[in-house]
């Protein structure tokens, strides 16, 4: 009966988190900013403002596919939010932009990331495979091995949180200073900003969750061996 509960709580969390940030993005997608400013001229303006001409705003594809490219120095926008006028795609087209400034200032978060990702993906690979064989055959030493993979991928994970967070208060700041929304539409801002944050504190808890139980697992198989 626990087991059922703690997989149903791991399931509905990421579940709830992104019903979330779907929800609040559909509700203030529909609220035009008082700039009407485009996702992209929003990004634009930000990112010059900041002095970064070299980085590029880009229309992306997929919806909320939203991200900023250190490869190539790019803010992808959704086409939602490129195109869009709202309060959300000023909020989403700022939080990339916010990416770039830590990436141009060497934000040490996002400088421990970007160094994280080629073990965060062996982990993320290489983890419950091990963690099968070492469960199934009862090689304690096995499941060990795939639990310091795993931990690799959610150290990666808590990592990232202060990275967004930082991100969507540097973008905050932004549209203020430059007057890209006005003070009455702060808060709408903020709460899209905040439900989009929800879906990597939910990522983070349910993979907190996931490598204790496996722990657990681990030490009841040494006291089994003993």
């Known amino acids: 009966m626990l087991y ?13 988190a992104q019903m979330r940030v779907k929800n609040t993005f559909a509700k203030y997608s529909r609220v035009a900013s008082l700039s009407y400013r485009r996702g992209a001229e929003v990004a634009r303006e930000i990112l010059n403002a900041n002095g970064l001409y070299d980085v590029g705003v880009e229309e992306g ?15 992808r926008l959704s086409p939602e939010n ?14 990339e932009c916010g990416h770039a400034i830590q990436d141009a200032q060497e934000y040490a978060f996002l400088r421990f ?7 965060a993906n062996i982990g993320s690979n290489f983890s419950w495979i091990l963690i099968f064989i070492g469960i199934l055959a009862h090689i304690s030493g096995m499941l060990l091995l795939g639990i310091i993979f795993m931990a690799a991928a959610v150290l990666f994970q ?26 009455n539409e702060e808060r709408e801002a903020r709460k899209v900003l ?33």
């Open 82 to 95: 490129y195109h869009g006028q709202s309060i959300a795609a000023a909020a989403v087209a700022a939080h």
């Open 4 to 16: 059922i509960i703690y997989f149903a709580i791991i399931v509905l969390i990421p579940i709830w």
């Open 61 to 75: 594809h997929g919806f909320l596919s939203d991200h900023y490219d250190p490869r190539t120095k790019t803010v």
């Open 113 to 119: 990331r970007h160094a994280m990702v080629p073990i």
């Open 158 to 183: 808590i990592i990232t949180l202060p990275v967004e967070f930082n991100a969507s208060s540097r973008a905050m700041d932004q549209v203020v200073s430059l007057g890209l929304i006005s003070n």
């Open 194 to 226: 905040n439900a989009a944050a929800l879906t990597y504190v939910a990522a983070a808890a349910v993979a907190v969750l996931e490598l204790l139980r496996l722990v657990l697992i681990f030490t009841g198989m040494n006291r089994d061996e003993d």
